[in-house]
């Protein structure tokens, strides 16, 4: 059972532009959401972070926006670069049974 | 900078064969973690631990087992190997449940 889905498994943005990355989850309990971002032949790295008690958090070019009633999360990277390029995965916990991470498919911008 | 030190780049192994995955990290952090990613999978919790000696079970526990004996070391062992275990393996550690520092990965290969 999936609980942190990002459906789209690749997305192809022009430099400059806007790329938008999504994510959706299924537990009402997750109350923090995070994105990573892995290039080839490294582990994944912390790039971004925001508490259900926000619907915005943004840091330089990125931002994450949350929809709590639709369980949804975005990542918006403005402007792109080609050093973007890599998987982004989402990832979400529970902070109140606490304990772990669980993440999502992975994009591949 | 925090390191996380993950022993093998690459490991090709046999069918059967008891396989040892050693983590380090250099930063006394009370969690590690062991994660398998696989295409289309995404990320999946194997074991964590929140201490010496402590360990607990994540998504897919079956087939491994880990050892924590020291606070910066954090290893995943898989008792016999099998072709299903072929996969990249990642380590973390980190201070915060949920902000990880992760290791460069572990490409393992079982024939």
């Known amino acids: 059972d999936q609980q942190v889905k990002q459906n789209s498994p690749s997305l192809s943005v022009q430099e400059g532009r806007i790329s938008i990355l999504n994510c959706d989850y299924t537990?009402?309990?997750?109350?923090?959401f995070l994105w990573y971002k892995k290039y080839p032949a490294e582990g994944p790295t912390f790039l971004i972070s925001?508490?259900?008690?926000?619907d915005k958090n943004e840091d330089g070019r990125f931002t994450v926006f949350l929809n709590k009633s639709a369980k949804h999360l975005s990542l918006h990277i403005v402007p792109s670069q080609p050093g973007d390029s890599a998987v982004y995965f989402c990832?979400?916990?529970?902070?109140?049974?606490?304990?772990?991470?669980?993440f999502g498919t992975g994009t591949r911008l | 900078d925090v390191k996380v030190t993950q022993s093998s780049r690459y490991l090709v192994k046999r069918t059967g064969e008891k396989v040892f995955l050693e983590c380090v990290q250099d930063?006394?952090?009370?969690?590690m973690f062991w994660y398998r990613q696989d295409p289309g999978l995404g990320l999946r919790l194997i074991y964590f631990s929140y201490d010496v000696k402590m360990k607990e079970k994540g998504d897919i526990p079956e087939g491994y087992s880990v050892s924590r004996e020291k606070k910066e070391r954090f290893s995943l062992i898989l008792e016999s190997a099998s072709t299903n275990q072929t996969s990249m393996y990642l380590c973390?550690?980190?201070?915060?449940?949920?902000?990880?520092?992760f290791g460069s990965g572990t490409q393992l290969s079982v024939l």
């Open positions: 990832a979400a916990m529970d902070t109140g049974t606490a304990s772990k991470l669980t």
């Open positions: 537990n009402s309990m997750f109350d923090y």
């Open positions: 930063m006394d952090h009370e969690n």
């Open positions: 973390a550690s980190s201070t915060r449940r949920e902000k990880l520092f």
């Open positions: 925001i508490s259900s008690i926000k």
